[in-house]
Nanobody, 117 residues
């Protein structure tokens, strides 16, 4: 079982930056991958970024060059740095722990990001 707590969301003007944090209740190196998703109002939840246990990262095209994902194993935390934010980045951002061996994934409760134009 993994308990995830996201933080760092808020209201920001277009062009601004936010850093989201996802604190895990266990050593993140025991987790196959950590991912950030977002869900805009009326839309499906979509993948934003992934970091694997080995440190490989993937950023989806709509946010490539503006967002980055990183981790710090000391506090078992994964970060999503978001720069040059746009109104279309508005949504609830969720952290997900992807477990190995087809074990169930775990989700955080989400943090709201609102970008004003």
């Amino acid at each position: 079982q993994v308990h995830l707590v996201e933080s760092g969301g808020g209201l920001v003007q277009a062009g601004g930056s936010l850093r989201l944090s996802c604190a895990a209740s266990r050593n993140i190196f025991t987790i196959a991958a950590m991912e950030w998703y977002r869900q805009a109002p009326g839309k499906q939840r979509e993948l934003v970024a992934t970091i694997t246990r080995g440190g490989s990262t993937t950023i989806v095209d709509p946010v490539k060059g503006r967002f980055s994902i990183s981790r710090d194993n000391a506090p078992n935390t994964v970060y999503l740095q978001m720069n040059n934010l746009k109104p279309e980045d508005t949504g609830v951002y969720y952290c997900k722990a992807v477990m190995a061996n087809y074990s169930p994934s775990w989700w955080g409760q989400g943090t709201q990001v609102t970008v004003s134009s």
